[in-house]
């Protein structure tokens, strides 16, 4: 279990500025009134993204 516990923390440590920066985005489109969306693009550095759409991209599906 300490094995577990030493991998779940690197791992935590790891995603710590990535999750930030999520949450930062999230709050400040919060603060402008906005219904939070997510775009890959929002956080710099965030490479290998399938899950998500990036901004231009859907942007140019609501048009």
């Given at each position: ?13 790891l995603l ?28 710099e550095g ?12 859907a942007e140019?599906?609501?048009?």
């Amino acid at each position: 279990m300490g094995l577990m516990a030493l991998i779940n923390l690197v791992a935590i440590t790891l995603l710590a500025k990535i999750a930030m920066a999520a949450l930062k985005d999230y709050k400040e489109q919060r603060r402008q009134g906005k219904d939070p969306v997510f775009y890959a693009d929002s956080i710099e550095g965030l490479t290998g993204i399938e899950s998500w759409e990036y901004r231009k991209h859907a942007e140019s599906k609501n048009k």
